[in-house]
Each structure stands twice: as C-alpha cells, then as structure tokens.
C-alpha cells in the first residue's frame, strides 16, 4: 500500500501547494479588490472594509501577490517562507491577544496556512510548478 500511495507523492505536493496558494489568494482578492462581496452578518465581512494602507491592507497585498506566486509555483521556496511568516503574525497580532486558545480566537487558519507554507517551504512546489518547468529548461 505504501508503495502504491507512494509514486503519487508529487502530484500530490503540487495539488497541496496549488490549492493553499487558491486559497491564499482568495483572501487578497477579497481583501484588495473587495470581490466577493460579502454580506453583513457573515464572519467574514469585515474583508469588505479592508483599507489598502492598513495592516490589512498590506496582509492583503502580500496575500494577493504571493497568493498568485505560489497558486503558479514560482519562486515557491522563498514565497512560502514569506507567507508563513506573514501567517505567524497574522496569528500573534490578531488571533492571540483575544484567547490562548486557537478555537476561541478563531486562529485556527492562521495556523494550518502557517504551517503548511513552512511545509511548502522545506518541500518546493512538486513537478506541476513553474519552478519546475524552469529547472527543465536549464
């Protein structure tokens, strides 16, 4: 079974990266270009009144950019060590003060994202990356 499983580990890799850099992504488009918009009510809806040159705005920006970087696979090493860092904060500026507890302080994201880039980090961007495509060419 091991081996089986085994030979999918680097498709595996870049669907891993692909989706956390989806996901990522979507943050900053709702942070900086404010779509979807998202109905008052909803947890989430104070992305719709993000200011670009706010502490938000910035986290929204590195989410945007490095989002779509690592969405592509380019540059995903250093693109991911960024953006755990930037989740590392997220959580420790915004997400701790409120509770110890990730459960109540609704940092649970914050984390999983920090640790998977960190994971991303050490591991690359897999064979379906434009890192990838690049190192053929050379």
Not at 16 to 42: D, H, S
Not at 71 to 88: C, H, K, S, W, Y
Not at 107 to 120: K, S
């Amino acid at each position: 079974m091991d081996k089986m499983l085994a030979k999918w580990q680097p498709t595996a890799l870049s669907l891993f990266r692909f989706i956390t850099g989806l996901l990522l992504f979507q943050y900053g488009v709702a942070k900086i270009l404010k779509f979807p918009t998202i109905p008052e009510g909803n947890a989430a809806a104070f992305l719709n009144k993000v200011q670009l040159m706010s502490l938000s705005g910035a986290a929204g920006a590195i989410e945007l950019i490095l989002g779509g970087l690592l969405l592509l696979g380019l540059f995903t090493r250093p693109v991911a060590f960024i953006l755990a860092g930037e989740m590392a904060f997220a959580y420790f500026i915004g997400h701790a003060p409120r509770s110890f507890f990730p459960l109540i302080n609704g940092g649970t994201l914050a984390i999983l994202f920090c640790f998977a880039c960190l994971y991303l980090s050490t591991a690359g961007g897999g064979p379906y990356s434009l890192d990838a495509m690049m190192r053929k060419k050379t």
